[in-house]
């Protein structure tokens, strides 16, 4: 069976993994870069291979995870990042070195933590003022 890989797809589901938004990933890009210029870059099957590198430098995830994905598999790797996967695994084992996926899986999870640090000192900030006020 053909595997039917669409890299513009992968691009969107990494992207959208990581929580940036197009018009962000357009002004890491640069100047030439603007958000309708993106969803149009997810739409295309095959990116250019100069492109795809400045993407996995921007979104820091790499050129070969854009390159191999399909898409059923992208879907698993992200669902798999936010549960044991039950609800999407369709059960076909990824054909991947999962190393540079394990590393994003963990950058993700350091996001999340400093993400939670911040609202919690956000929190304890706002109730020392509160405090100052009455």
């Not at 059960?91 to 609202?119: S, W």
């Amino acid at each position: 069976m053909e595997q039917k890989i669409h890299q513009g797809r992968n691009i969107k589901r990494f992207r959208e993994m990581l929580g940036i938004k197009q018009e962000a990933l357009a002004f890491d890009l640069g100047e030439d870069w603007n958000q309708k210029k993106i969803s149009l870059l997810e739409q295309k099957s095959v990116v250019e291979e100069a492109l795809l590198q400045k993407i996995s430098e921007v979104l820091n995830i790499p050129v070969e995870a854009f390159q191999n994905f399909d898409e059923e598999q992208a879907v698993n790797i992200i669902s798999n990042t936010f549960n044991d996967g039950s609800f999407l695994n369709t059960g076909h084992a990824p054909t991947f070195n999962v190393n540079p996926i394990d590393k994003l899986i963990q950058l993700h999870e350091e996001k999340i933590a400093l993400y939670e640090r911040m609202l919690k000192e956000k929190d304890e900030i706002m109730a020392r003022l509160e405090k100052l006020i009455k």
